[in-house]
């Protein structure tokens, strides 16, 4: 009972912080530094200042409805996240979860993520930033995607999406800290669906494990060398 009433309290007052991308942290000086980090690892893009990408967290086999949870790709029942990592570390948007048989391009859609970056995603002198997603994400100015093989890559299209490839990597470090630090998310025979609140676990992880990186950073932020902001300045 305390620690569905710690999630529910947590789930109501910061949830917010993974809905928007207009918090202090994301401001276009930042994002700009954002962008310039990510590059200086070698990535081809320099206008990217993160990576977005859906994550598949297993669930118990329900007894109701199991098509509806169940994912195909990973043949496991299963709820979806979308998620958008920046290089400090943090997460700086988060929505779901969604049914497990979703694809990401649905997500994308269903989250108004483009939206968002549509209002948000420019550098103070008013330039384009972008996201940076797998094959699965359509191409858009604000979203790009390697190079799809309908043919044979040219030289740079393969070293384009190598680059690329190579920094994207922080997104799976971040979810896998979050299932590392927080084990019980990862045992799913015990993560029932209407016998708890298993949706709301999982953000409440993600919530907790932006504050440790606020205070204590991680494997990303230290990758790309950028501070996080402080836990104030994150929570505010």
Not at 38 to 57: E, K, P, Q, S
Not at 69 to 89: D, E, F, I, T, W
Not at 182 to 200: E, H, P, Q, T, Y
Request: net charge positive; aromatic share 12%; charged share 20%.
């Amino acid at each position: 009972m305390i620690t569905n009433t710690v999630v529910d309290d947590q789930y109501e007052r910061y949830s917010r912080l993974f809905h928007d991308l207009d918090q202090s942290w994301l401001s276009p000086e930042n994002l700009s530094l954002y962008a310039a980090a990510i590059h200086n690892r070698g990535a081809a893009l320099d206008n990217c200042w993160g990576f977005v990408d859906g994550t598949v967290r297993p669930i118990c086999r329900p007894k109701r409805n199991q098509r509806v949870v169940y994912n195909g790709h990973k043949r496991v029942h299963a709820l979806k996240y979308q998620s958008v990592v920046s290089p400090n570390g943090l997460i700086a948007n988060l929505y779901g979860p969604l049914e497990g048989k979703r694809h990401d391009s649905r997500l994308l859609a269903m989250s108004g993520l483009l939206q968002k970056l549509q209002q948000h995603s420019y550098s103070p002198a008013g330039e384009v930033l972008c996201l940076y997603g797998d094959s699965a994400y359509p191409h858009r100015v604000h979203l790009q995607r390697p190079f799809l093989r309908r043919g044979v890559l040219t030289e740079n299209e393969q070293n384009f999406n190598r680059s690329m490839s190579q920094v994207r990597a922080a997104v799976e470090w971040v979810f896998g800290d979050i299932a590392n630090y927080f084990k019980f998310i990862d045992f799913k025979k015990n993560l029932k669906i209407g016998l708890s609140a298993v949706g709301k676990f999982y953000v409440a992880c993600a919530l907790l494990r932006n504050c440790l990186t606020c205070l204590y950073g991680n494997t990303t932020s230290k990758y790309f060398q950028m501070v996080p902001p402080n836990l104030d300045q994150y929570l505010q």
